[in-house]
């Protein structure tokens, strides 16, 4: 019987020092295409993926550079897209942040070696230009309920903060029961300064992130315009749900506005993941969400997307939890206890 399933891929942050040598143990069957992602990045004076997985040792000043980071995600994620279960029918792609150019090359838009090099090339950019920077602030409480009126608030605040002379705040990604926010350095701090400290994590500054999905970042996408083929683009083999919650459909998308929007709206405007996830289930109706690994940190906000559109009459985190214990509606590839739910048997 076949399971139809909305395939979720992570954005940066997810390879982590718990992912070190995640290629070596989950796709050691993987080397002619980590070959080219490796031939690729000899090319351009960079460290190979495969080496960078295989460390020894993880440094988070290292890893969560968006040079390093991003090619490691991409890979382990791909990777993953390419290992589900024959039983798993995809019926649709998205990703948070970066993992919707992930997205592109698991939905088929982008061939493995052509979405490769969108993500070595825009996450190398990231990196060398480093605008601005992001933090996290959730407006849920425990029971993850929606809280309107608190998200308002603190979307109020940060344009109150952004009107401030000298000042650069926006919201980056809505991300389940979480704001992501960015900005230059006094918008940062100044939101850090307004809020009241949640759990001793929150407000949390993400370490080398730039101020992703804002106008900060029009200079990073001109410049991957120059750098990048317009042509790589082809029809997806399944619908992709892109950061606005917009579908693009095999046979009938326009290459140019896809591309148009990969490396323009996606760059500089925020990133609703929220409504991603909720278009998603909404239109597809899936058996399953299925996380690509690495990491296992975007299971949350996928839930908690869920959960503020009453997904399956589950209106709470206590709802959620309960459905999932009877039979996993979500499963993290990056969880060793759930990978096993969405992979076929070795070979």
């Given at each position: 019987?076949?399971?139809t399933?909305?395939?979720i891929c992570?954005?940066?942050?997810?390879?982590?020092?718990?992912e070190?040598?995640y290629?070596?143990r989950h796709?050691?069957?993987?080397?002619?295409?980590?070959?080219g992602?490796?031939?690729?990045?000899v090319?351009?004076?960079?460290e190979?993926?495969?080496a960078?997985?295989?460390?020894?040792?993880?440094s988070?000043?290292?890893?969560s550079?968006g040079?390093?980071?991003?090619p490691l995600?991409?890979?382990s994620?791909?990777?993953?897209?390419?290992?589900?279960a024959?039983?798993?029918?995809?019926?649709?792609v998205?990703?948070?942040?970066?993992?919707w150019?992930?997205?592109?090359a698991?939905?088929g838009a982008l061939?493995?070696?052509?979405?490769?090099d969108?993500v070595n090339?825009m996450?190398s950019l990231?990196?060398?230009?480093?605008?601005g920077?992001?933090?996290v602030?959730?407006?849920?409480?425990?029971d993850?309920r929606?809280?309107p009126?608190?998200k308002?608030a603190?979307?109020?605040?940060?344009d109150q903060i952004?009107?401030r002379a000298?000042?650069?705040l926006a919201?980056?990604?809505?991300?389940g029961?979480?704001l992501?926010?960015a900005?230059d350095?006094?918008?940062l701090a100044a939101?850090?300064?307004?809020?009241?400290?949640?759990d001793?994590r929150f407000?949390?500054?993400l370490?080398?992130h730039?101020g992703f999905?804002t106008?900060?970042?029009?200079?990073v996408?001109?410049?991957?315009?120059k750098h990048?083929?317009?042509?790589?683009?082809?029809q997806?083999?399944?619908?992709l749900?892109d950061?606005r919650g917009?579908?693009?459909?095999?046979g009938?998308t326009?290459?140019m506005?896809?591309?148009?929007?990969?490396?323009g709206?996606?760059?500089?405007?925020?990133?609703?993941f929220?409504?991603?996830?909720?278009?998603a289930?909404?239109?597809?109706?899936?058996?399953?969400?299925i996380?690509?690994?690495?990491?296992t940190t975007?299971?949350?906000?996928?839930?908690?997307?869920?959960?503020?559109?009453?997904w399956?009459?589950m209106?709470?985190?206590?709802?959620?939890?309960?459905?999932q214990?009877?039979?996993?509606?979500l499963?993290?590839m990056?969880d060793?206890?759930?990978?096993d739910?969405?992979?076929?048997?070795?070979s």
């Open positions: 019987m076949t399971r399933a909305v395939l992570p954005g940066r942050g997810t390879y982590n020092k718990p070190l040598g290629l070596h796709h050691a069957d993987k080397a002619s295409l980590f070959a992602f490796d031939a690729a990045r090319a351009q004076g960079q190979e993926v495969t960078l997985d295989g460390a020894t040792r993880f988070v000043a290292k890893y550079r040079d390093i980071a991003s995600i991409y890979a994620a791909l990777a993953d897209a390419q290992s589900l024959d039983d798993i029918e995809v019926v649709a998205t990703g948070n942040s970066m993992g150019y992930i997205a592109l698991a939905a061939s493995p070696q052509h979405g490769f969108l090339t996450g990231m990196q060398q230009h480093l605008i920077g992001q933090l602030y959730p407006f849920t409480g425990d993850w929606p809280d009126a608190r308002a603190l979307l109020a605040l940060v952004n009107a000298g000042h650069v919201l980056s990604i809505d991300l029961g979480m992501v926010l900005g350095e006094p918008g939101f850090e300064e307004a809020v009241p400290q949640i001793g407000p949390m500054r370490a080398n730039a999905h106008a900060l970042q029009a200079p996408a001109a410049e991957g315009r990048l083929n317009g042509a790589m683009p082809r997806p083999a399944v619908p749900v950061g917009a579908i693009w459909q095999p009938s326009d290459l506005a896809l591309w148009d929007y990969t490396l709206h996606q760059v500089v405007e925020p990133y609703d929220t409504r991603a996830v909720q278009v289930a909404q239109e597809f109706a899936p058996d399953l969400f996380v690509t690994g690495p990491g975007l299971g949350g906000a996928v839930a908690q997307s869920l959960v503020h559109q009453d399956r009459g209106a709470d985190k206590a709802a959620f939890k309960a459905r214990s009877e039979a996993p509606l499963i993290s990056g060793a206890a759930q990978r739910l969405a992979t076929r048997a070795p």
